[in-house]
């Protein structure tokens, strides 16, 4: 068995867990943060045995969209700079750890 825990945006996470959820896979969600861009992220966490964890990839990646954002510069600037100035980040996709097992119960 595996503990499958993925890290995604926030914006991703419906469209991931409906899709999970259709393959009558469990999953838990928790809100948690970003350290970088202190937006808004997902972490979902589902045990499943070893030959479903392809299956739960294949969900995530499919679901969770990488994309560009503009964020702008925390940089200072001299008040005379009307347009302040910006920098692009990619954002979303998922960070998928999976870890091995060694008890499971539900009581």
Do not use: H
Request: net charge neutral.
């Amino acid at each position: 068995m595996k503990l499958v825990l993925a890290i995604m945006s926030k914006e991703d996470s419906g469209v991931v867990m409906n899709a999970l959820t259709e393959e009558k896979i469990q999953v838990t969600k928790l809100a948690t943060t970003g350290g970088f861009l202190k937006s808004g992220n997902t972490t979902l966490i589902t045990g499943v045995e070893d030959s479903k964890v392809k299956k739960v990839i294949d969900i995530i990646s499919k679901c969770s969209s990488k994309r560009t954002q503009v964020m702008p510069s925390t940089m200072p600037m001299d008040m005379s700079v009307i347009n302040p100035l910006t920098f692009e980040v990619t954002v979303g996709g998922a960070t998928i750890f999976v870890l091995n097992v060694e008890q499971y119960e539900k009581v």
